[in-house]
């Protein structure tokens, strides 16, 4: 599957951003989908996923303020992020991960900045 992420940009802090990521195919078929993000010159790590049940999990950081959703008739992954600080600039990627057979497939990334 192919993972196309988009709707980063420039916004001032406090301000909001909504993210998308389309898939090529079924987001069914993986258990979960994720956003991740890399801050330059730190590791890549997870902002947010949510289970093809549709359970949630957000890093702490984030909680309260970014909103995964799904919507699997369009093959599409949401990140809703509000009230943006400018720790939470970075490149954004969309991940989907299958427990089997084994499947981890990233976006190219979406950059998002936030100035103070």
């Known amino acids: 599957v192919q993972l196309q992420a988009s709707g980063g940009g420039l916004v001032q802090a406090g301000g909001s951003l909504r993210l998308s990521c389309a898939a090529s195919g079924s987001i069914l078929n993986f258990n979960r989908m994720g956003w991740y993000r890399q801050a330059s010159g730190k590791q890549r790590e997870l902002v947010a996923n949510?289970?093809?049940?549709?359970?949630?999990f957000y890093q702490d950081s984030v909680k309260g303020r970014f909103t995964i959703s799904r919507d699997n008739a369009k093959n599409m992954v949401y990140l809703q992020m509000n009230s943006l600080k400018s720790d939470d600039t970075g490149v954004y990627y969309c991940n989907a991960y299958g427990d089997w057979p084994p499947r981890d497939y990233w976006g190219q990334g979406t950059q998002v900045t936030v100035s103070s």
């Open positions: 949510i289970l093809s049940g549709g359970s949630t």
